[in-house]
């Protein structure tokens, strides 16, 4: 596939129309000036026809303001490209760029190209005019346009005739003999590939519209004012190739290398709710590359988020295979798109080729996969691989799907969640997920106005839009009767992004956690009552710690009421408080003593502090205690020790001075007591 010569690649690009020339006066008029030399003619794209000279000096091409050639593509980077003018060519230089630079067929990092070239930045095309080789050539005349099927051979023609005849003037007449020869040549296999079936071409078939495509412009990629458009955040790009066409002249193709992906979406078409919409599409892959296709719905306004149904994934090689995927239009949606990806594998690269794709409606209404109340959960994609959670048609949890860890862009092959109800209680598992996997979910405008927080074994958290969490064991999204929880079964690692107006949440389950959708918290909501009751009881009887463990219970495990979280967060701040004004207390006698080296005031500060956190048991300021109590404890030791010594040394001095004077019996009882107190010797 990647050795294909330059002729053949220039074949896949599909032919166009005569484009203006640049005015002969312009270009020629100093044939030895650089400034002049080099220039652009757009084939493609709103500015097709246009040509734009190249500085002498150099000049940056993208898509941004602030590029010396602005190209506002959506398949074109910010800042795409870097061309240099020289004696030898234009040099052409990708700086970067998402959906890559081609110059004569072949992706560059660097190239320098020649006169008659083809540059493509994205999928925006651009013949390269040197003014230097004269008027005969300077304006690159493009091929004429050629019968669908016949659109590699008509363009293989021009690219002959175009640079041949371009080198002709420092050949002999015997070299241009050749070339016309070689020229006639390349005419008549077209004429003979043209010939045959009647005229319509051999090698592909003709393209037939399907009644009813909703994708009925641009749907075979004849045209190479395409409406669809590629991701510019994915690594590789669908572009528009002749050698990628199932029908007609052209069609779509990703050409990978190890690890990348590439998405595609198509023009956004009006749909209605009630209906089914089936996405069908040819598709070819080589080289282990693999393909599948989605629907995106989509809902009005700005930043209100989308829903992704899938198709199952594909990585068959060889000829075409048709791909196809129904799914009901979700409640709220105003249009649908298809979205085409391929993605190759960490080892090998590949190709994957997309034509005829449409999008039919018919009849039938999307049915939840599980209710409770108002509360309507639909899945989506064949397999199921997306959910999306909704109350009386306001959309609450959108985009929901489990991917594997090292690509949190989409749910993977092979991923099928399945949905078990009870009550009120939705579980979610993720069958077919090989190691470290991780939920996604976008929380919904709605539901984010109602409050965003995460709770676990360190209490009750409200987050903004953007925010990282070590161990949650759960989050709650919206408020009072639109409240909804999510329950992992093990801690995790929870960050938050913004997404338009609502919220990406991804949380890392491991390999073996689920999760749980909780809709009514009717249950919880006793049991926090209780929590808070005792919590007030045993503030009354000086149980402080009592008081601030059901506290705790209610903020880690019982967030639901927004009256208990504020009760419960306000009595835990004024009662940590105090208990740590006392510890100050006690911290302020202890520095007393340490000056003074009062070994009685030492233990009384110790024992001081014991009590407090005794009566703060389980909360931050135990903590505190208990580090305050480990300080004195040191400092006593360290000067019991430094008395001890000093005893030591003064009844040894007073037994030497009575053995000095002659006082045997009193030195003889200082000794005795020495021994028997200190354990020292006389």
Not at 622 to 632: F, K
């Amino acid at each position: 596939m990647r050795g294909r010569s330059a002729a053949r690649r220039h074949a896949s690009t599909p032919p166009t129309p005569p484009a203006r020339a640049l005015p002969a006066a312009r270009i020629l008029s100093n044939p030895s000036s650089m400034q002049d030399r080099y220039s652009l003619r757009f084939e493609s794209g709103e500015r097709k026809g246009e040509s734009v000279p190249v500085p002498a000096g150099g000049c940056t091409v993208g898509r941004r303001p602030g590029n010396t050639l602005q190209i506002t593509a959506g398949s074109v980077s910010g800042k795409h490209a870097e061309l240099r003018a020289g004696a030898g060519g234009l040099e052409v230089v990708d700086l970067g760029s998402t959906n890559g630079t081609r110059v004569a067929g072949k992706k560059i990092t660097t190239a320098t190209a020649a006169h008659g070239d083809r540059i493509v930045f994205g999928d925006v095309e651009l013949t390269l005019i040197d003014a230097s080789l004269g008027e005969a050539t300077a304006a690159v005349p493009a091929p004429a346009a050629v019968p669908a099927g016949a659109g590699d051979i008509g363009e293989a023609v021009g690219q002959v005739s175009a640079r041949s005849v371009a080198k002709s003037g420092e050949r002999s007449r015997a070299g241009m003999g050749i070339v016309l020869v070689a020229v006639a040549a390349a005419a008549a296999g077209a004429f003979f590939l043209l010939g045959r079936d009647g005229g319509g071409g051999s090698r592909t078939r003709a393209v037939v519209p399907v009644a009813g495509n909703l994708l009925a412009e641009g749907f075979s990629f004849e045209e190479a004012d395409s409406p669809w458009s590629g991701e510019e955040s994915a690594p590789a790009a669908f572009l528009r190739s002749g050698d990628a066409s199932r029908t007609g002249a052209a069609g779509l193709r990703a050409e990978l290398e190890p690890g990348e992906d590439a998405r595609h979406r198509s023009q956004t078409v009006p749909v209605s709710v009630g209906r089914t919409l089936t996405a069908s599409a040819a598709r070819a892959a080589g080289d282990g590359a693999g393909g599948r296709l989605g629907i995106e719905f989509l809902r009005g306004g700005e930043g209100a988020g989308s829903l992704v149904a899938w198709s199952a994934w594909t990585s068959a090689t060889g000829g075409f295979e048709a791909l196809d995927l129904a799914a009901p239009v979700p409640p709220g949606t105003t249009g649908a798109r298809v979205v085409a990806e391929a993605r190759a594998g960490s080892v090998l690269g590949g190709r994957v080729d997309l034509d005829d794709v449409s999008l039919l409606p018919a009849a039938g209404a999307a049915q939840p996969a599980a209710q409770h109340g108002e509360f309507r959960l639909f899945t989506l994609g064949a397999p199921t691989s997306t959910a999306a959670l909704y109350k009386v048609g306001r959309p609450l949890i959108g985009d929901l799907f489990v991917a594997e860890a090292q690509n949190g862009s989409g749910p993977p092959a092979g991923v099928t969640l399945t949905v078990a109800a009870d009550g009120g209680r939705l579980a979610v598992a993720a069958e077919g997920a090989n190691g470290g996997r991780v939920l996604s979910l976008r929380v919904e405008p709605v539901a984010f106005e109602g409050g965003l927080a995460s709770f676990g074994e360190d209490g009750h958290r409200l987050h903004g839009p953007v925010f990282e969490r070590a161990g949650v064991t759960g989050v709650l999204l919206g408020k009072d009767r639109d409240l909804v929880a999510l329950r992992f079964d093990a801690p995790v690692n929870l960050r938050g992004v913004e997404e338009g107006d609502g919220v990406r949440l991804r949380a890392a389950l491991g390999a073996a956690a689920g999760f749980a959708i909780q809709l009514d918290f009717n249950g919880e909501r006793e049991q926090a009552n209780t929590l808070a009751y005792q919590a007030r009881q045993a503030e009354r009887a000086g149980d402080l710690g009592a008081c601030l463990a059901s506290w705790a219970r209610v903020l880690a495990e019982f967030p639901f009421e927004e009256v208990l979280v504020a009760e419960a967060e306000n009595a835990t701040g004024r009662l940590v408080q105090a208990g740590m004004e006392e510890l100050g207390a006690v911290r302020d006698e202890f520095e007393r003593a340490s000056f003074f080296r009062l070994v009685d005031l030492y233990r009384q500060c110790r024992d001081r502090a014991r009590a407090i956190g005794r009566r703060f048991a389980g909360s931050a300021v135990e903590a505190a205690a208990e580090a305050l109590v480990g300080e004195v404890h040191l400092a006593l030791g360290t000067l019991e020790t430094d008395l001890f010594a000093d005893e030591v040394a003064r009844l040894q001095a007073i037994a030497e001075v009575l053995a000095a004077t002659e006082s045997p019996r009193l030195a003889a009882e200082v000794g005795s007591y020495l021994t028997e107190r200190y354990g020292a010797d006389e």
